[in-house]
């Protein structure tokens, strides 16, 4: 097992960079996610730190030791591809001890490996199966058995769930997270599904253009979204964008004006705002934190200088399971939010919404970025 | 008869599939069928001009059916033309798959400049005709002492084959995903263990399958091995397009010399089929293809 640092790190493409100087260190032992829509770089990194590109400038380390020019056949990696990649030829078996195979490992050694392998991805009884004769998730399995039972000090997970339906993708997150919880090995996973970025890692890395946004723990990405496209992308249903909030001052407070709502303004933000003389921001809320007024636990920061109540039309309701989706309307500007099943909400109605101010995200318009970070800029 | 009680649509497939019978019928077997024939027959079967074939034919001539067979094997040195033929098809074929194959990989998994353009000129290269591409060597070979040689006719069938068996070996590279050998590499295997342990066994169908193009193509050549052979060099092909021209036509002989020529075909043909199942490279990846 290594830790795995990333300095500098570019890579170019006819002028345009795939990857901009990413940096990051990756702890030893740490499940860590990169997530960002196609065409981010997550591959293109994980790629380079496989060996399979070589970076156009910057250095890669595993521990100490510079692997940047290293082969990839030297440098004690274990991957599983996106479309598994199997080898057609051999069966379940032989897939799994391919590599020990090739490494000349003793027979035995082989033998008791392939069947630890076999054990741990739950493959037993198939292990004479032709390929062609697996479901997708018994495929996905052998991909995994045969990556790890190299004991890589390094394991990188190319979009492995992407081609398997809904249901197999749950059973076999928990399953790699369950794995990962037994042999401890460092992961870097690759997804462009938030979702499994915020269930299965230790830590968030989210890529745009080939830059990184945000790194932090599953909490402080969805949190403390540094600016307005991490906050759009982490989260389901997604964040709420109200554009051009004009910011009005009465008596020493501030309040946000969209469209005919108001509401009031965070106490945090008032020194972004001031100091950076904004006149409108954009505000981010999700959709959790919407409620029916008359659900809401009467809030502690109630008093008649802070206005959180805007006055909506229901339009849709989407039950969820436990929760129920209302897609809000006032004028043209439209809200998701999220109260409880039993909530007694009809299509059409007007309906007071609560905003739990507390958790508003203000950006700055022409920048993007999150003002509560302003302190730290 | 039962056949009243046949609704249209089992009429159509009855159809069908007699039609496919007389298909395969004309195709495949009526040729053969005709040179087995007249290599087993008296040589009045043949259609002399203004005659008519005499079928049922006479069978075997001076008693004995296989007397074609036994005078082209005997007065016209067939063993020797047998050896040959084995030996340039043989060749063209090791020679062909050698030259083509590290070619075909290249063209699917590196790209370097003119690359679309070179694989192109193959392809022009291919519907030249053999007469341009026979006579235009000629000078050459005759130079560097090629003629009537078993070398210079295994080059120039060599050449001829390659377009062909480099089109076929780029479509098979081009069916393996790049990820297989990436894969390979991850688990520790060096570039050169990943030809042999992955992409060797996966394109071994396609390469049974360019090495028959190979193999009938040179087996089957008469125009560039006229060209380029000479006596000591000449095929089976040669020899029975012989019988067939100048005055004195023996049909008979050279449908006994063509019903040899059959027998390595369908040989192969059987042997080889055992390894293009057309599920063998499945499995392996997300989505089957």
Redesign the interface.
Known sequence: MAAVTLKNLSKMYAKVAANDNINMKIEEGEFITLVGPSGCGKTTTLRMI???LSPSSGSIFFDDEDVTHT????R????V?????????LNVWDNIG??LK??KYPKDQVKQRVRQGVEMVNLIGLEGR?????S?GQ??RVALA??LV?EPRVF?LDEPLS?LDAKLRLHMRTELKRIHKRIGVTTIYVTHDQVEAMTLSNRVIIMLDGKIQQKGTPKEVYEKPINRFVGGFMGSPPMNFLENCEIIRENDHLFLVVKGIRFSVPRHFYRAIERLNLSTVTTGIRPEDLSDRNDAVTSQYKSHMLDDTIEMTIDVIEPIGANKLLDLYHKDLRLSAIVKADSSVLPDQHINIKVNLERIHLFDPKTEESLAYFDKL | MRNKHLTPKQLLIKTLFWGLIIWICGTILLPIFAVTMYSLADETTYPRSGGDMVIPPHWGQEGNLLHHFKMVWILEDLPVYLARSLVLALGTVILSITLSAPAAYAFVRFRFPFRKILLLSFFVFMMMPDIVFGVSLFSMFYKWGLINTIIGVIMVHTLRAIPLTLLILNGVFESIPPTLEEAAFTMGTSRLRTLRKVILPLSAPGVAAASIYAFLLSWDDFVLTVLVGGPESYNLAVLASRFMIGTDVQHYRASATAVIMLVPVLFVNFFVQRYMKSDYLTGGMARDF
């Open positions: 496989a060996g399979l082969p990839t056949q030297n004690g990696i274990g991957m591809f996106q479309d598994y990649a199997l080898f057609p030829h391919f590599g090739i490494q032709a390929l062609s004769e697996l997708g495929r996905q045969r990556a190299m990188l081609n």
